[in-house]
């Protein structure tokens, strides 16, 4: 099979192949060949691919728990791990099995309400007599035969133990070259993987994988991992293993790194390691030849770097999130006095929307499946009238004052005589825009459509001060609209890559958000029961873990004093709460204590 040919196979599926996404796609340059003489030997070629997907964040099917109903986005993109699947064995049939290895960049058992469940509802680690369940995910991807697959930092939402079963329970090593046992400081994890490509009557193309995860899991899953495992930078490991990889007589380096290629970090300066460093891994370690990136969730379909002491080129592609593409890497390789040589690599996305789901996937986990959505379908309690998450990016909305509202009643109940005194108050994002609980019947669906991340509850001491700037750092979130300017809702909001996620609205206090201020001088009229704020008053804060440990980077919050800490997750109080009280009544907690102003003129 000539190169024309193999490459060509990439696209045989019917998916179409997607444009890049954030950043712009730069091909990978062919390297010069020279042509045999008339005496020479033509030279021995061969061709392999590696598929990546990153971030599936167990999505088996296309399916959506918090709707119901089959996943639907604007951009006709479909999810799940069943349709990449179709896509696979396709790649495999038109190449030959032989010629493709299957790896992921990570984030793969946290996610969605199937990950929840087998997290928490019917544990894989076990519990109360009966056999553990084995998790989704495993069964899918050993079932697709995948070859590795990196750490992602959701990987420790739930705690060590789970992860240790979810890795033994796969066909494929979990990789984490920069994740290290904090008392030794050795590897933790596998940090490789050596993987043979056969070749007929020529010595095999050895391919090293290594895996590199994120070091803010260190930061976001504090509680779990702290004393137990530490995580360094991405180039630093990478400058450690690429050589020996190249030492064991690897031909082929490749990457799975769970970073984004922006070189950016969400955290200042509370980690010495940048968060989306492939781009700088690619830039600053010789030897490695194609780097699949994830954590983002962005598609890039192919980007090259070039690294600075080679000049070699370098190419990176990350295939967005959820299982909506697959990337592609194809190598080319000469046989040079007796070792391959590669002397080309390019990439390419493709989207699996167009497939059907794969049937032994299907038939692995339909039942599990229908479990999940009998399960998040089971009603909990009432509400007296719809609560909707559509403007509460802009407004002080009573869906969100129910998120206030358990935060601050369970943090009430657990806080010492001496910090019971304080004021309280409650910080928290409005994460989903489309978040909806309906009049009558609440389900669990509908509490996690609204809370979508497993996070833990904390209590943390903030003076006034401190609040003052945690609540600026919020605002920051809205675009500058001088007074007498309309306002557009739809270029308000997600100002300096400020993503709803990151945006936490308070109860408890009242404010006033001057979008038309500058930044670090919005925040008006701070005040607790009618009284200004004084700068030294001390707050107790209830918060979630990912915000409490330094998540999105806000001041103050990741070293202040813990008056409260639970390992029980928000949205399952949320649960909880309905379940208890029967009826979601909004006259029970919702206050208008926020709004957006231009100068003293209400926005809306």
Known sequence: MNRRDFVQKSAVTGAAVAAAGALSAVPAEAASKKKPGKHEPKPRTWSFSILGTTDLHSHVFDWDYYTDAEYTDSKGNSVGVARLATLIKQQRAAKGKDRVLLVDAGDIIQGTSLAYYYARVDPITGGEGHKAPKHPMAIAMNAMKYDAAALGNHEFNYGIELLRKFEKSCDFPLLGANALDAKTLKPAFEPYTVKYIKVPGAPDIKVGILGLTNPGIAIWDKDNVAGKLAFTGLVEQAKKYVPRLRALGCDVVFLTDHSGLDGSSSWGDSLPYIENASNLVAQQVPGIDAILVGH???????????????????????????????????????LVRGQWKVTDVAAQTLNPNALEEDKEITKLLKADHELVVKYVNTPVGTCTEELSGAEACWKDEPIMDFIHEVQMKTVAAGLSAADAALPLISVAAPFSRTADIPAGDVTIRDIAGLYIYDNTLYGKKLTGAQLKDYLEYAAKYYALVPSGTAVDTATLTNANSFWDYMYDTAAGVSYDIDIAAAEGSRIKNLSYNGTAVAADQVFVVAVNNYRANGGSGYPHIATADIAYSSTNEIRQLMIDYVTTTGTLDPAD????NWRLVQGSTPVF
């Open 296 to 334: 983002t969730h962005v598609e890039v379909s192919s980007y090259t770097v070039t690294n600075e002491e080679t000049g070699k080129d370098v190419v990176l592609s990350e295939p967005y999130c959820y299982g909506m593409r697959l990337t592609v890497f194809d190598f080319e390789l000469e």
């Open 589 to 592: 907690f919702a206050a208008l």
